[in-house]
């Protein structure tokens, strides 16, 4: 091209342009993202939890040693032992594929269900626009715990009843930052030159307005993660998750939390595995927007 | 001029970088000038020539990873390029002050206007609350605007366009600053409106002796009101002298192509008249929109607009924002029912289709849009941009579809090599070829362009102009061109209808328009054209004619 598209091309150029060469060791080491690969190494340790817990540890977590009960962290018992005997750290590693299963499936029925709400409701627009969004808005209106609690006793306890509900509960979320992206990108202009060169209505959403309109969806996935491993825990908390004798974190530390004065550790381990998957999560949500911010 | 011995300014040498990463890189290099007293200097380039980075150096006000390298920046005798942003906070304002590009964006949307030009004498020195409101409404006042008192007491998104750059220019000159840097102070502005503005910054500067470096990218406003020219490119000055000197006889090849592409500075060529007896491609008849209002009212966009185009000609449709004339151009693309009044191209009465007419008809016109950035998906390749509309109607085969993919984007332009680029990796001008080679891969009869080169530097511009004709020539392409920019027009057009307030105020061959317009209105528009002050570099363009009947 000529000499005015090839400035452009310089500014293109200049920005996308990765430092190569010039960027010494110490430059990589003082920008590292430390936080965040940690994050990352939090959430892959789970996730290995969840696959081979026989790799972590060789205890039963359900079968206790008999006088072996409330025994303090040691290095037989990296986390220490609860009333029963069982080994603590043990629990923990055999309990992550219920609370992260769980987190999954709700996060699961949330994303599709208020996507899919979203999607349509920002698309079509009109009356039928309205009459979603104001359902959603109840569903946001009624308190969280409230609402995933009521959802809990009509269905019946359960670890996959938990996380239905737990997902109903996120439904509302998805839905608006769902519809709101679509309404964005839905009045773009190439939008409107793809139903120009003959697209139709679901051509155009799922080539263009989808692709465009998920990326801050896939940060708040991310967040809602986290936010949903929380509520489960709080719902076994609770009692109304995964009946005893699973390991599920949040009955973890509900039968803990009786000899908080003597064995604080039962309590603090599991909660302290919450806190770092949760944190992890909002992490790495974090970095999905920020690259995505810089992409767009 | 009343040129004093010493100028106001003197850039001597300078060198402006910016950091990416962990890379620099200079933008500016060596640029020396001088500004006079009472001068107008305008700093002329295209999209990252490093005019605006000069402009930016002067005042201090570099973004946060750039960096002035050497050089000197001479402020009425001192030496201001190493200075603090504190000590030059105290310059700022009262003694160089900046008329920043974008009105819309330049003015705090919470406060008044009031407020925010008593601001700036406020901070500058102790003024009494009554002093500043009398000299607030002395300054709106000066600039033209009318009803100061009220103006005053508005909000900025209660004002137009011109009166918010009027308020711009208003705290510009509030402290009668030694030196005015004007960032492309019209460029978002309607011509008439520039017009305006840029004799009100004429008539202050006359009145207080102040030097003005008017940042442009338009040769013609350059050309009708700076003493001096300064020609960037990449950063390096081309060439400065004396406007008429540098108009008259360029030195640089970069000056007169920069010349030969302004559409406004080149005396166009008539186009070979269209002969009679060519069907239309086109014919409106008592176009009539209306938009219904929030508050139940209905508001008439478009009213009574009637034109025919015959095939393979342009017709030119001008106005200013609000004209309608972007209302009249969705009509015919099929993206509004008319309310009245007919819209015929070829077989299909665009007004009574049904959704499944609408998309056979949607092969006949194609719209080309005026943002190349704002129209392609930033996610697809320009090779699956290009493709789509092939994947609306019957099935292509892939080895047919890529073969008239490869085709079109030769035919604009396109190095293959671009085909599997995403559209950010693309330069302006070349998006604006995918655009144009989406709309042509369909094969329409009519394309329909919305300001299409607007937003591109005058040599792209010039080239994408090159680009349209020569495709009509081949293709036989009806066009209709939407534009507010009459030199263009001039250049390309064949027919041309002129709108204001949704009313056609003109219509008939660019010839009869531009020498006898009938009304007011359009005589206006033709005067605003900048560069009237030098008819013609002696470099014309080469023009264009209608394309053959197919």
């Known amino acids: 091209m000529t000499t005015a598209d090839t400035f452009s091309d310089l500014d293109t150029g200049k920005r996308s342009k990765r430092a190569g060469t010039s960027r010494s060791l110490a430059s990589i080491l003082l920008n590292f993202p430390y936080g965040l690969a940690l994050a990352w190494l939090v959430i892959a340790t789970v996730l290995l939890w969840t696959l081979v817990p026989g790799l972590f540890t060789a205890y039963d977590p359900l079968q206790g040693v008999p006088g072996g009960q409330l025994k303090a962290p040691s290095a037989a018992h990296l986390l220490g032992t609860d009333s029963l005997g069982r080994d603590l750290f043990s629990r923990i590693v055999h309990g992550a594929v219920h609370s992260l299963s769980g987190a999954i499936a709700a996060v699961g029925v949330g994303l599709v269900v208020g996507t899919g709400l979203g999607l349509f409701a920002g698309s079509v627009r009109g009356r039928v626009d309205e009459i979603i969004m104001r359902f959603v808005d109840v569903l946001l209106s009624i308190p969280t715990l409230l609402l995933s609690l009521s959802i809990i006793i009509l269905l019946g306890f359960g670890t996959i009843n938990a996380a239905i509900a737990v997902g109903a509960t996120a439904i509302a979320g998805f839905a608006r930052l769902m519809r709101s992206e679509v309404v964005r990108v839905r009045n773009a202009e190439f939008v409107e030159a793809a139903f120009g060169s003959g697209g139709t209505f679901g051509k155009v959403l799922w080539r263009h307005i989808l692709p465009n309109s998920l990326t801050s969806v896939v940060a708040y996935t991310a967040v809602q993660f986290g936010w949903a491993i929380l509520q489960i825990s709080t719902l076994g908390f609770l009692g109304y998750g995964a009946p005893p004798p699973t390991p599920e974190w949040g009955l973890l530390i509900a039968e803990g939390r009786n000899y908080l004065a003597t064995a604080w550790w039962l309590t603090a381990a599991p909660g302290l595995v919450v806190v770092a998957v949760v944190l992890s999560a909002n992490r790495i949500s974090q970095s999905i927007g920020k690259t995505n911010g810089r992409s767009a | ?550």
Request: no cysteine.
């Open chain 2, 1 to 550: 001029m009343s040129a004093s011995d010493k100028p106001v300014l003197e850039v001597r040498d300078l060198n402006v970088s910016y950091s990416q990463r962990d890379i620099r890189s200079t933008v500016v290099h060596g640029v020396s000038f001088s500004v006079n007293a009472g001068e107008v200097v305008a700093l002329v380039g295209e999209s990252g020539s490093g005019k605006t980075s000069t402009a930016q150096a002067v005042i201090g006000l570099l973004a946060e990873n750039g960096r002035i390298e050497s050089g000197a920046i001479v402020l009425n005798g001192e030496d201001i390029s190493r200075w603090s942003n504190a000590r030059l906070r105290n310059i700022r304002g009262a003694v160089v002050s900046l008329v920043p590009q974008d009105p819309g964006n330049s003015l705090n949307p919470v406060a008044t206007i009031g407020e925010q030009v008593r601001e700036i004498l406020s901070i500058h020195g102790r003024i009494s609350r009554r002093e500043a409101d009398r000299r607030v409404i002395e300054l709106l006042t000066h600039v033209g605007l009318s009803e100061p008192e009220l103006r005053a007491k508005q909000y900025p998104h209660e004002l137009s366009g011109g009166m918010k750059q009027r308020v711009l220019i208003a705290i510009a000159i509030a402290l009668r600053p030694a030196l005015i840097i004007a960032d492309e102070p019209t460029s978002a502005l309607d011509v008439t409106v520039q017009r305006r503005i840029l004799d009100l910054i004429d008539d202050l500067r006359r009145q207080y002796g102040t030097a003005v470096l008017l940042v442009t990218h338009d040769l013609g406003v350059a050309a009708d009101r700076s003493d001096k020219i300064i020609v960037l490119q990449g950063g390096r000055i081309q060439e400065q002298g004396k406007t008429a000197d540098v108009l008259a006889a360029p030195q640089s090849a970069y000056t007169r192509k920069l010349l030969s592409d302004a559409p406004s500075l080149a005396a166009a060529k008539p186009r070979a008249p269209i002969e009679p007896g060519r069907p239309a491609a086109l014919t409106i008849s008592n176009l009539v929109q209306d938009f219904n209002l929030p508050s139940g009212k209905t508001f008439r966009a478009v009213d009574d607009i009637s034109f025919t185009v015959p095939r393979g000609t342009t017709h030119a449709v001008v106005g200013e924002s609000g004209s309608g004339k972007t209302t009249t151009i969705r009509a015919i693309a099929g993206f509004q029912k008319p309310t009245g009044g007919q819209i015929r191209i070829g077989d299909f009465d665009v007004g009574s289709l049904n959704s499944k007419d609408l998309r056979q008809f949607r092969r006949k016109v194609q719209l080309v849009y005026q943002n190349p950035w704002a129209s392609l998906d930033p996610r697809q390749t320009v090779r699956a941009i290009i493709e789509e509309p092939l994947l609306n109607f019957e099935p292509v085969a892939r080895e047919e579809r890529d073969r008239r993919v490869a085709a079109i984007a030769d035919r604009v332009g396109l190095p293959t090599t671009l085909l599997s680029r995403l559209p950010h990796a693309l330069s302006g001008g070349q998006r604006q070829r995918v655009a144009i080679a989406r709309a042509l891969v369909l094969e329409p009869e009519v394309v329909v362009l919305d300001e299409a080169v607007s937003a591109l530097d005058v040599t792209v511009q010039a080239q994408i102009l090159d680009l349209l004709a020569e495709l009509q020539r081949d293709l036989g392409l009806t066009y209709v061109f939407v534009s507010h920019d009459l030199a263009v027009v001039r250049q390309i057009a064949d027919t041309v209808s002129v709108l204001h307030n949704g009313r056609q105020v003109d219509y008939g061959t660019v010839e009869q328009v531009f020498s006898a317009a009938s009304s007011d209105y359009t005589r206006e528009l033709i005067d605003a054209i900048p560069g009237a002050k030098f008819p013609h570099a002696d470099i014309s363009r080469h023009a264009f004619s209608a394309g053959p009947l197919s």
